[in-house]
T-cell receptor, first 112, second 115 residues
Framework: DAKTTQPPSMDCAEGRAANLPCNHS???????VYWYRQIHSQGPQYIIHGLKNNETNEMASLIITEDRKSSTLILPHATLRDTAVYYCIVIPVGTGFQKLVFGTGTRLLVSP | DAGVTQSPTHLIKTRGQHVTLRCSPISGHKSVSWYQQVLGQGPQFIFQYYEKEERGRGNFPDRFSARQFPNYSSELNVNALLLGDSALYLC??????????????FGPGTRLLVL
């Protein structure tokens, strides 16, 4: 499984964009980048995923570099409810088996 | 539509006892995965089941077992509980076994405390 590296913590002011980086330099061609977040004591929540193109949904945007070795999750207008641990996970698809390998994630603190 | 549901929400057991945790996947989903999350760490993969067959197993002792029923719900069983089994146990469901762009959706978890 490809490994990911994320900063342990980040701060963001409410209403500003939160940009969360992730390094996945050993990613393979059949591996997608997935982002989940976990608000205290709750189950992880799926945010977004992508292969090589930038993606956007109602929650966030995902920017993947052209070489696919890193990505950035963007929360365009962070709110206090976005305070959570954010996990970047690389997952091979099409194998008939899927195991999420969670690292330590980035603890995002959104302040007023 | 209901998401992934888990029961019970909280549980207290003593060392040596047995525990059964239950999970109902999202309607239409046929795969269930179990994860253990110890305080301060990320979730760790325990099992994946698809169509009632085990598709994968993490690095957990044989005290941990699971099964999936014809309605795709699942049970996680842990025997001979140890203090270190205290954790949040998470269930996730996917439509299929892990094919193209299949996303795992998590339930709220069962918090187990072993005394």
């Amino acid at each position: 499984d490809a490994k990911t590296t994320q900063p342990p913590s980040m701060d963001c002011a409410e209403g500003r964009a939160a940009n969360l980086p992730c390094n996945h330099s050993t990613i393979s061609g059949n591996e997608y980048v997935y982002w989940y977040r976990q608000i205290h004591s709750q189950g992880p929540q799926y945010i977004i995923h992508g292969l090589k193109n930038n993606e956007t949904n109602e929650m966030a945007s995902l920017i993947i570099t052209e070489d696919r070795k890193s990505s950035t999750l963007i929360l365009p207008h962070a709110t206090l409810r976005d305070t959570a641990v954010y996990y970047c996970i690389v997952i091979p698809v099409g194998t008939g088996f899927q195991k999420l390998v969670f690292g330590t994630g980035t603890r995002l603190l959104v302040s007023p | 539509d209901a998401g992934v549901t888990q029961s019970p929400t909280h549980l207290i057991k003593t060392r040596g006892q047995h525990v059964t945790l239950r999970c109902s996947p999202i309607s239409g989903h046929k795969s269930v995965s179990w994860y253990q999350q110890v305080l301060g760490q990320g979730p760790q993969f325990i099992f994946q089941y698809y169509e009632k067959e085990e598709r994968g197993r993490g690095n957990f002792p044989d005290r941990f077992s699971a099964r999936q029923f014809p309605n795709y719900s699942s049970e996680l069983n842990v025997n001979a509980l140890l203090l270190g089994d205290s954790a949040l146990y998470l269930c996730a469901s996917t439509a299929g076994p892990g094919g193209y762009q299949e996303t795992q959706y998590f339930g709220p978890g069962t918090r187990l405390l072993v005394l």
